[in-house]
């Protein structure tokens, strides 16, 4: 089958697959990605990694079932079996794919509305696809027509790896002196609730679950708890229940979000620090990523325990090249995705949770009491803007800027840092028409003002 270039880039985008279901994705589109997928492997194959199969999971969307299996087919059609693992979050088909040592395929919108679903691909190990290493040419096949393969088709076995995946993950972090705890978890319909029993079953925790219940159309609130408005629902839970903690992971489980006793949301940026200060105890001098959106926090923090701290892009495809290049131990993002080297440099929420709860109940303090070991700076949050011409608008903020900025920077859009030690970003979407701008300041009040004369200029 044949489609238009168009229609298929629209959907295999720079870092997965994502559309909506009966206009964008459908059996017979799934079918040849998995085809041209399993091509892919099977080619690389021949150049040293020997590939006999692939590992498929998926989330609880309605069409997940569907899609997955369709997908399983045509990768047999092209001689590779399939081991599918059933329902999981992405990271635990993370973790299948490192001890399976073979590619993976999760299905999943992760917090995309209800309509939508896709496919995150990665190599054996855990390894990315992107759109350079593999994306353009199943796209290309795709649109033009994945060529029939002449040998045996492969076989499918089932394998429900969620015990050994909580298991691994528990093994990971010193759970041994962890007091009882009262965890309040908002799964948000989500896989969470499919992993979350599992994994923190045998902990001296009792876990308060919220929108636990399965359902891909999210009844209750979006699975994204990056809108505040998604955590309000926890905030007021954790207050309701008297619990010491409160864990919100996104649709596909992969991102987890922390708010404090009181119901205060917890910094990225500050759950980054507090990871990675438990990593260098393990590991003295080790590396610690972070992206340039962080907290300068998280470098400092790095440096006074005889770390290296190395700072990246945003996004998932730049972490995990660094973390695999430097060596790191452990990356985090503002947008609570972290990563993990003994996890195959892939990202967990529920391995962040864990160090979480480690921390929390290894001491008696509260949770707002040990964070403020943590957070040193105020921050805006990301703050987008609709803008006709990002460029003209970003470089209007820098003229505003020009007697009064220190340092500016190009890793990814523009850094400026000020002299009083505040600093901002401006990133144009890569998708849409906006600007993104996260600031941060010594003082709440700094960052107000800061935001406040930025968007005067972004906006007008």
Not at 21 to 30: A, K, L, R, S, T
């Amino acid at each position: 089958m044949t489609r238009s270039a168009e229609s298929v880039n629209a959907v295999i985008k720079a870092y997965d697959v994502r559309g909506v279901v009966g206009e964008q994705i459908d059996p017979d589109f799934v079918r040849d990605v998995g085809a041209s997928f399993a091509r892919l492997m099977r080619d690389e194959q021949a150049s040293g990694e020997r590939v006999t199969r692939i590992a498929i999971g998926h989330d609880m969307r309605e069409s997940s079932p569907a899609l997955s299996r369709a997908f399983a087919d045509g990768v047999v059609a092209q001689g590779l079996d399939v081991v599918h693992i059933g329902l999981a979050s992405t990271d635990q088909l993370y973790f299948a794919s490192g001890i399976l040592d073979c590619p993976g395929a999760m299905f999943t919108a992760s917090h995309n509305p209800a309509e939508y679903n896709g496919i995150k691909l990665c190599r054996a190990g855990a390894k990315p696809v992107g759109q350079d290493t593999g994306l353009n040419l199943i796209a290309r096949e795709v649109a033009e027509g994945v060529p029939a393969y002449a040998g045996p088709v492969g076989t499918i076995a089932e394998d429900d790896l969620l015990e050994q995946y909580a298991a691994f993950v528990r093994g990971l972090v010193d759970l041994a002196g962890l007091r009882p705890l009262k965890v309040a978890v908002d799964a948000g319909n989500g896989m969470g609730g499919h992993t979350v029993p599992a994994v923190f079953g045998p902990l001296p925790v009792t876990v308060l679950p919220l929108y636990f219940d399965l359902d891909g159309s999210f009844p209750n609130h979006e699975a994204n708890p990056l809108d505040p408005a998604n955590l309000v629902d926890l905030q007021t839970f954790v207050r309701k229940t008297g619990a010491d903690i409160g864990l919100a992971f996104d649709g596909d489980a992969d991102r987890c979000f922390v708010v404090d006793e009181k119901g205060n949301p917890v910094s990225p940026s500050a759950v980054t620090a507090l990871v990675a200060e438990r990593e260098l105890a393990k590991e003295p001098g080790g590396t610690i990523i972070h992206n340039l959106i962080t907290s300068r926090f998280v470098p400092e923090l790095v440096e006074k325990f005889g770390g290296t701290a190395v700072r990246t892009r945003v996004g998932h495809s730049f972490i995990k090249q660094q973390m695999a290049e430097t060596g790191a131990v452990f990356g985090g993002e503002h947008s609570a995705h972290y990563y993990f080297r003994n996890f195959w440099g892939a990202d967990s929420g529920m391995l962040a949770a864990l160090h979480v709860l480690a921390a929390l109940g290894e001491q008696g303090r509260t949770l707002s009491e040990l964070m403020q070991s943590y957070e040193g700076y105020a921050a805006s949050g990301e703050i987008n803007s609709t803008v006709a011409d990002a460029a003209e608008r970003t470089a209007a903020v820098l003229d505003l800027f020009a007697d009064r900025a220190v340092a500016v920077d190009r890793l990814d859009g523009v850094t400026v840092d000020l002299a009083d030690g505040s600093w901002f970003n401006l990133r144009a979407s890569n998708t849409e028409p906006l600007l993104r701008l996260n600031v941060e300041a010594r003082t709440p009040e700094a960052v107000d003002a800061l935001v406040a004369e930025i968007l005067g200029t972004v906006r007008a």
